[in-house]
Structure formats: structure tokens, C-alpha cells
């Protein structure tokens, strides 16, 4: 027999314990899906949501918007230096925005006359904070207007509480504008005079000076020459002192590294950056690993001799003479590296002292002709330093009194234009369209409101529906193969007839889509799952009432067709079924063969399908557990599986009794039965835990009863739903030993686990009580 369930080799299967988890991620629905299938609910809230805004839009008052736009234009002086632009920048636009807005341009606005008897005014007690409240000032994203607007009740009201905003700012800022500038301009006129008499001074003083001394006119260019030399000096005499402060720090810097015997391998670094010293290091480094080399490969060779010939053959000892003159220059190689490493630091050492001496000498040198110079200059040249020092101050007013000129002829013409130049692009007037409330985005949020709200409940639904919606999602949510899915049937099982009619639809309607559906079932069965080798086939379900006995008796109908010899048994020995659809007595059965070890050949009842035996269930017993696994059962289909290609057991549901895992431990291959609208992930996960505990072998799952509206889409969404109460001669199924017991972490199942079941009638006798071990 092949292992316990057959699965590709690339699944990992998960344990119980996580199985629920990954079935509520495996269970969300695509969310266009979700929407589809609640569209109605959708297209009711989204009506209620435009109903509710309609009403709020016949109660809303309406409101009307007036506009004024303005482009202001600054043009302020510039002050003597001053070259930035202060003129249309962003920071200045929201500054007037602002000044708009503020109190005294809104004071103004609320007492001018006109506005007095303005209804909007009439129960307002502080009419500034209205305007504040109700006056909006926005400057323009891609240009430089500002847009000043009121929302109010009444559209003319609006438009001239507006335009008295915009007159009150235009009457207190654009006019104080002006008298700034008169007031640069007055400032500017009296620094002109200033600075004119200022200048007249200089050049008077200049002249007087150079009448004084005539022996100042001989000058190389614009120089005196002992000023010139003077000063090429003073610049020499800089670059060496910061040379010499260099090659100092880089003297006491090297001394200080070779004083320290630690850090004398990075001062040889240092003295290796040079060219030659570094080609000479690398030399003697190569020619002393090229020693180290031969003496590695004699090694070798000694070693190998010695271990040949012995320490005392010839060649051995020649070659432990060369090692040794190798030996011998290796280390005075390696002394004369030592000794050279110490001679080029100390090379450098003296190199860094006499690059300093060099300088420190060439500093005192410069020092002493700079000092004897500048006494020379100041003997000699005393006067062409105060000349040079008039000319300067001379140039530095006339500078000033040139750019004084400028800004006054500027100041001028702004004077002329005004300081801020207000242009009113539009005067806001009333309208009769209102603003507010707007029809289409009311409507389009109510709307949109509803649909979240249908869209959220269509959501909280979904989220609380536990059943399995969709081929997909069962074979990722159970990992176990899907075989197929079984339309609903038309027919009623409240009676015998309907019963056999639905049991026997191979028979009854050979041509439906119910009987193709049973065909393509068998097939799925044969070649994917049961094939030669799995001759005992277990159906059984997760919950009664999910169909099992009915896919069971046509599933071993449509083999039978398929010219194999077929026994089918009814185990179900809770509530059986199979004698109602096929017609016979259940007075003898399956229980009468496990009570009394009767010949089972003598019980098996011949049907009217060629090719198909039916083994009624009998009389219930009161304990069908210990029935099924005292290992007569077990020898019983061991003899039947000589005499049939197929057998098919109809067992109980795996939850409710232990009947369904005692008998799928026992064949070959275990058909679970889901129902749609009604299995549940919790149940179907449970029930397929269950299996794996009694080690059922080759496990599929069928899914019958898919409605018709579903089955052209089954495969994208169906729902399942619970199950009642499922009882015989108002009995019930004992109580089961299902527990969701956790799987070790590498998702295999565990080995040696128990399945206990309690009988019907409680009982205290141990010996009533059975335990399967598997």
C-alpha cells in the first residue's frame, strides 16, 4: 500500500494548529468579486446615500460667492547698496493677503455708510469678526492675483461687502506707500548735500598736498618703487613663515615618530613614498622571499628523500648543506634589510631637519631686509602714503555721491508712479447661481458615502462567513486534491422515491449534467487518485447531510457501468441510507455480519445495475466502534477485495462519531464529501485532521450540491454553511474525541495517535469503551 497521502513533493503540508489561520487568509475574496456579489446591497446604499443628500439639499439654504481680483505691483527704491528685489515675490503677495484681512482695513469696510443697512449686518453685533469670518483672501497658485471673495445668503450684500474691503485697503495702505517714499526721497537729498561738501573738501586737501611735496611724482605705473618693493617683500616674507611653519610641524612630527620605536615602521611608510627609496626596499623584500622560496621547496625535498633514504644518505645530507649556506643568507639578507630600513629612516630624519634649517634660515634673511625696508619706506615715503591715503578717500566719496545720484533720480520717478501700484482686474458684482450648497458634489459624496457603507457591510459579512467559497480556495485550505464538483439536484428527498431518485440519477436521468458530472467523478477517481492498487474506497463527509450516501451510491453505479464488478456496503450504521435508494430490506446487513459472523455471500443483495452488490447495513447496533475495529471487519474486506474490482463504503460523517476514522484507516483510498452553502473551513480543516491522525491513505475531496446559478463559476466562489442535529430513532451520533491538536513544527503529522469514541448508552463497563491505535 502507498504512504498515507499522496501530494506533490514541492507542498509542505502545514500543521492543524496553522491550518485555520492560512484558511481565513485563503478565504478573502477578491474585492471586485466582493462588490459583484453584493451588488445589490451596494446599489441599495448607494441610493439611500443620494437619497439622503437630495433632502439635505432642499433644507440646505443656499449661499453666493462674489469675487474680487486684484494685482498689486510694488515698487519700492533701492537704498544706496540694496539690489535685491522686493518686487512681486510670494512672501510679499500673502503679506498684503493678510493686511486684507486684518482688523483696521476691516473696521473701515464695516463703517463706511453704505454698509450700515445691509440686511446681512441686521443681527450682527460684532460686524469686524463677521467679515473676518466671512471673508476669504486666497493669492494664486500659478500667478500673482489675489482673490478676495465673501459667501453670503444675499448675493448683493456679498458683492459690496467685498468691494468695501478692497476700497478700505487701497485708502489705507497704497496711500501710506506714497509718503514713505516722499520720506527716502527727503533722506536721500540731505545725505547728497552731505556728501557733496565732503567731496569738495577731499579734493581741496589733495591738491594743497601734492603743491607741497612735487619730489612724489616719480612713481613706477600707479607705485612708488620703494613702496612697491616694500610690499613684494611683506608677501615673500608671508609664504616663507608658512613654510616654515609646515616643514616644522612635519620635523617634530618625524622626530617624535623615530624617537618611538612603535611608530618607526610607519615612519619607513613615510620615507617609502619615495621613488628610489621605495624601488630599493622592494628589491631587497623580493630577493629575500625569493631565499625563503628555495629554502621551502629544499625543505620539501629533504623531506621527502629523508623519508626515502633516511637522514643519513648523501644526497640528504648535501641538501641539508645548501639549506644551511641558504639558511645562512637568508639571515644576512634579512640583517642588511634591518640595517638599510634604520639608514632611511634616519635619511629622512636629517632630510626633515635640514628642509626646516634651510627655511629657518631663508625666513631670518627675509626678516632683516623687510625690517630694513620698511624703515626706509617710512623715511622716504611718508609722504607718498599719506598722498595714496587722500587719493582713496577722495575716490571712495566720489563713489558715494555718483550712487546717491542714482537712487535720488530713481526715488523720482517711483514718486511720480506711487509706491504700490493696486489694479482692481475685477469688481465683485452679485450672482444668481449659488455656490453653495453644490448639487453634484452633494450627490457624489452621498453616493460615494453609501457605497463605502454598502461596500464596508458587504465586507463585515464576508468576514464573518466561514464557508469555503471556491474550488481554489478548498484545495488550499485543506492541500488535498479536489476531484470534482456535483450540480444540485431538482429532486426532493422527503420520501423513499425522492431519495432513490437522487441516489440512482445515473439511473433515473442518465442524460443530466448530474449523471455527467458522477461519470466525470469516476474518472477524476481512477486516474487520479484510487487507480488499480486502491480497490477500497471510504466516502464520507465532515457533518451529516453533506451528501455523502448519495455520491457514493452513484459513484458505484457509474463504476459498475464502467463493466467493473462493484460491492457497495453501507457502514453507516448510525443512519443508513443505501437499502432506501436501492429499495431492499435492511433487516440483514453489514451488522449482522460483525454480530453473528455470518457469510457475508449470504447478505449481499444483487441490484437491478449489472455489475453492482449491495451490502445493506442491517439492524443499527448499539456499539458500532467496537464492531468496526475488533479486526473482524478488517479480514471481511480482505476477503472481498478478491471477489470485486471496487468496493465503495458509505461511512458515517467524521465529526460526529469515530465510525468514519476506524473505517478510512482501514482502506485503501477516503473520499471527503463537502456540501456547498454549508461546509465550513473550521469543519472540513477538523475532519481532514482527523484523517491524517488514523493515517487514511489517499484522501480527495468532492463538492457536491453546487447551486446552478454557481456552476458555470464554482470555481471562483461558492458558500457553505453549517449543519444540525443527525440522529436515528431520535438517537444521535456518540460523542467524538476531536481535538485540534497542534502539529509538530515541520508540518508532518505524528505518529501512534489514538481516536476514542463513547457508545450511544454510557456505560461504566471498560470493556464497552474501544480505543483504535493505529
Not at 627609496?277 to 628555495?294: C, G, H, M, P
Not at 635619511?347 to 628642509?355: F, G, H, L
Request: with cysteine; proline share 3%; hydrophobic share 40%.
Amino acid at each position: 500500500m502507498s504512504s498515507l497521502i499522496e501530494y506533490d513533493s514541492n507542498t509542505q503540508l502545514e500543521p492543524s494548529g496553522m491550518a485555520h489561520d492560512h484558511a481565513a487568509g485563503a478565504g478573502q475574496t477578491n474585492l471586485l468579486e466582493l462588490a459583484w456579489q453584493a451588488r445589490w446591497l451596494l446599489l441599495l446604499t448607494v441610493l439611500t446615500g443620494l437619497g439622503a443628500a437630495w433632502i439635505l439639499l432642499q433644507r440646505v439654504e443656499p449661499r453666493f460667492t462674489s469675487v474680487s481680483r486684484l494685482y498689486i505691483e510694488r515698487n519700492m527704491p533701492r537704498i544706496l547698496e540694496q539690489e535685491v528685489q522686493l518686487g512681486n515675490s510670494a512672501s510679499y503677495l500673502y503679506t498684503q493677503a493678510e493686511l486684507i484681512r486684518s482688523t483696521p482695513v476691516l473696521a473701515a469696510a464695516a463703517e463706511q455708510g453704505e454698509n450700515a443697512s445691509l440686511e446681512t449686518f441686521r443681527d450682527v453685533d460684532n460686524r469686524v469678526a463677521f467679515l473676518r469670518k466671512n471673508i476669504d483672501v486666497q493669492v494664486g497658485q500659478n500667478d500673482d492675483i489675489i482673490n478676495v471673495s465673501a459667501e453670503l445668503a444675499n448675493s448683493a450684500d456679498a458683492a459690496q461687502l467685498v468691494n468695501s474691503v478692497v476700497e478700505a485697503y487701497i485708502s489705507k495702505y497704497a496711500e501710506e506707500r506714497r509718503t514713505d517714499t516722499v520720506e527716502v526721497l527727503t533722506i536721500l537729498r540731505n545725505e547728497k548735500q552731505r556728501r557733496d561738501a565732503e567731496l569738495e573738501a577731499r579734493r581741496q586737501e589733495l591738491i594743497e598736498f601734492r603743491q607741497q611735496n612735487a619730489a612724489l611724482a616719480v612713481q613706477v605705473g600707479e607705485e612708488n618703487v620703494i613702496t612697491k618693493r616694500f610690499s613684494s617683500l611683506a608677501q615673500e616674507l608671508d609664504r616663507v613663515e608658512l613654510e616654515l611653519l609646515d616643514a616644522k610641524a612635519r620635523y617634530n612630527r618625524t622626530k617624535s615618530m623615530y624617537e618611538t620605536p612603535s611608530q618607526r615602521p610607519f615612519l619607513l611608510e613615510l620615507a617609502s613614498s619615495q621613488q628610489q627609496v621605495a624601488n630599493e626596499i622592494r628589491s631587497e623584500s623580493q630577493l629575500s622571499l625569493d631565499l625563503e622560496n628555495k629554502i621551502r621547496d629544499l625543505d620539501l625535498q629533504i623531506a621527502s628523500l629523508q623519508s626515502t633514504w633516511g637522514d643519513g644518505h648523501p644526497r640528504v645530507r648535501i641538501m641539508l648543506e645548501s639549506r644551511e649556506k641558504l639558511q645562512a643568507r637568508l639571515d644576512k639578507q634579512q640583517a642588511d634589510i634591518e640595517k638599510n630600513k634604520e639608514a632611511i629612516v634616519s635619511a629622512y630624519v636629517e632630510t626633515m631637519s635640514q628642509e626646516y634649517q634651510l627655511l629657518e634660515q631663508k625666513r631670518a634673511e627675509l626678516q632683516r631686509n623687510y625690517d630694513s625696508q620698511f624703515k626706509l619706506a617710512l623715511q622716504v615715503n611718508s609722504q607718498a602714503a599719506k598722498l595714496a591715503l587722500l587719493e582713496e578717500s577722495l575716490a571712495r566719496t566720489a563713489r558715494l555721491t555718483d550712487i546717491l545720484d542714482e537712487r535720488i533720480k530713481e526715488v523720482n520717478l517711483i514718486e511720480d508712479v506711487g509706491a504700490m501700484n493696486v489694479s482692481i482686474l475685477e469688481v465683485a458684482g452679485p450672482t444668481t447661481v449659488p455656490t453653495y450648497p453644490n448639487r453634484t458634489r452633494f450627490l457624489g459624496v452621498g453616493g460615494l458615502l453609501g457605497g463605502l457603507v454598502g461596500f464596508g457591510l458587504a465586507w463585515l459579512r464576508n468576514l464573518m462567513d466561514h464557508r469555503l467559497k471556491s474550488i481554489d480556495e478548498i484545495a488550499q485550505v485543506l492541500q488535498l486534491p479536489v476531484l470534482g464538483a456535483l450540480p444540485l439536484s431538482s429532486e426532493r428527498a422527503n420520501d423513499r422515491k425522492g431519495r432513490s431518485a437522487i441516489g440512482t440519477v445515473l439511473l433515473t436521468h442518465p442524460r443530466s449534467t448530474a449523471a455527467e458530472a458522477f461519470r466525470t467523478l469516476r474518472t477524476a477517481i481512477h486516474f487520479g487518485l484510487a487507480r488499480d492498487d486502491a480497490k477500497i474506497i471510504c466516502v464520507t463527509s465532515p457533518s451529516p447531510g453533506d451528501g455523502k450516501s448519495t455520491v457514493a451510491s452513484n459513484m458505484a453505479i457509474a463504476m459498475a457501468q464502467a463493466d467493473q464488478r462493484v460491492l457497495l456496503i453501507d457502514a453507516d450504521m448510525r443512519k443508513p441510507t443505501q437499502h432506501t435508494i436501492f429499495e431492499v430490506t435492511c433487516e440483514q446487513g453489514l451488522s449482522t455480519v460483525l454480530t453473528e459472523r455470518r457469510p457475508v455471500r449470504e447478505l449481499i443483495v444483487s441490484t437491478e445495475v449489472v455489475n453492482l452488490d449491495l451490502l445493506p447495513c442491517g439492524v443499527c447496533p448499539a456499539n458500532p466502534v467496537e464492531l468496526l475495529n475488533n479486526g473482524f471487519f478488517s479480514e471481511l474486506l480482505d476477503k472481498l477485495r478478491l471477489d470485486y474490482d471496487k468496493i465503495v463504503i458509505d461511512s458515517p460523517p467524521v465529526m460526529p462519531v469515530a465510525d468514519a476514522r476506524v473505517i478510512a484507516a482501514q482502506t485503501d483510498a477516503t473520499i471527503l464529501v463537502l456540501r456547498a452553502d454549508r461546509s465550513t473551513r473550521r469543519m472540513s480543516v477538523a475532519s481532514r485532521d482527523e484523517l491524517w491522525k488514523v493515517h487514511a491513505q489517499r484522501i480527495g475531496v468532492v463538492v457536491n450540491a453546487v447551486p446552478a446559478r454557481q456552476q458555470s463559476s464554482y470555481s471562483s466562489g461558492y458558500g457553505y454553511g453549517g449543519y444540525g442535529a443527525y440522529g436515528h430513532a431520535g438517537g444521535s451520533y456518540g460523542e467524538s474525541a476531536y481535538q485540534l491538536d497542534a502539529y509538530p513544527a515541520n508540518g508532518r503529522r505524528q505518529k501512534g495517535l489514538a481516536i476514542s469514541a463513547k457508545a450511544e448508552t454510557p456505560s461504566t463497563d471498560p470493556a464497552e469503551t474501544s480505543e483504535i491505535s493505529t
